[in-house]
């Protein structure tokens, strides 16, 4: 079951909303970005803008929204396959393909594993990946999204556990959700965002 074109144009262009414009943050792992392209993806698309015959930070500040929107629907959602998984995970699955490659597509591998069905967990959207999404769907059609997302929210904390640098993203310099679980949380049902004393509880190791 696919997302309609125009749905798959809408959530890339929500995503490039959410990204915001260029930042250089050296804490950051992707480099130079905007719109939440990086310089490694247009190094690896070849994304000369400039014509100097180098991929370099001052092309990734001439990419305007609509290259990013075009970038994120044919290299983030077509060609990763995510259009073969149930409906209700694509926004998800995208969003986070965006934010984390194909860590995206190996969390739901996991949570595939954990709700019984047999899968590989290698970051590739296959006919195996595909049907154990959707014989997961069947099962638990009103509960699998927020099992997804809340998959998402944990992998971030667990990344920020590892990785101090990571913090600021997790959490906001005044002690509330950073971007990355809100950005989560914007994909998972309110019943099961964190409430804040259970979100200063989870980060209260980091102090």
């Given at each position: 079951?696919?997302?309609?074109?125009?749905?798959?144009r809408?959530?890339?262009?929500?995503?490039?909303?959410?990204?915001?414009g260029?930042v250089?943050?050296?804490?950051d792992?992707?480099?130079?970005?905007?719109?939440?392209v990086t310089?490694?993806?247009?190094q690896r698309?070849g994304l000369?803008?400039d014509?100097?015959?180098?991929v370099?930070?001052?092309?990734?500040?001439r990419?305007?929204?609509d290259q990013?929107v075009?970038?994120f629907?044919?290299?983030?959602?077509d060609?990763?396959?995510?259009?073969?998984?149930?409906?209700?995970l694509?926004?998800?699955?995208?969003?986070?393909?965006v934010?984390a490659?194909?860590?995206?597509?190996?969390i739901?591998q996991?949570l595939?594993?954990?709700?019984?069905q047999g899968?590989t967990?290698?970051?590739i959207i296959?006919?195996?990946?595909?049907?154990?999404?959707?014989?997961?769907?069947?099962?638990?059609?009103?509960?699998?999204?927020?099992?997804y997302?809340?998959?998402r929210r944990?992998?971030?904390f667990?990344?920020?556990?590892?990785?101090?640098?990571?913090?600021?993203?997790?959490r906001?310099?005044?002690?509330g959700k950073?971007g990355?679980?809100?950005?989560?949380?914007?994909?998972i049902?309110p019943?099961f965002?964190?409430?804040?004393?259970?979100f200063?509880?989870?980060?209260?190791?980091?102090?």
């Open positions: 079951m696919s997302a309609h074109p125009q749905d798959v809408r959530i890339a262009e929500e995503i490039v909303a959410r990204e915001g260029y250089n943050d050296p804490d792992p992707g480099g130079a970005t905007n719109f939440g310089i490694h993806t247009m698309l000369d803008l014509g100097d015959g180098r370099s930070a001052a092309d990734v500040k990419l305007n929204r990013a075009e970038i629907v044919r290299h983030y959602f060609r990763p396959r995510i259009g073969t998984l149930p409906k209700v694509q926004a998800s699955v995208f969003d986070m393909y934010n490659g194909t860590n995206a597509v190996k739901l996991r595939l594993g954990q709700m019984g899968v967990v290698d970051g296959g006919p195996q990946t595909a049907g154990a999404a959707r014989a997961a769907y069947d099962m638990a059609p009103d509960h699998l999204a927020d099992a997302g809340i998959a944990n992998y971030y667990a990344l920020a556990d590892r990785r101090p640098a990571s913090r600021k993203y997790a906001r310099r005044d002690g950073g990355w679980i809100t950005r989560a949380e914007a994909f049902s019943r965002h964190l409430s804040d004393a259970a200063q509880e989870r980060v209260a190791q980091w102090d």
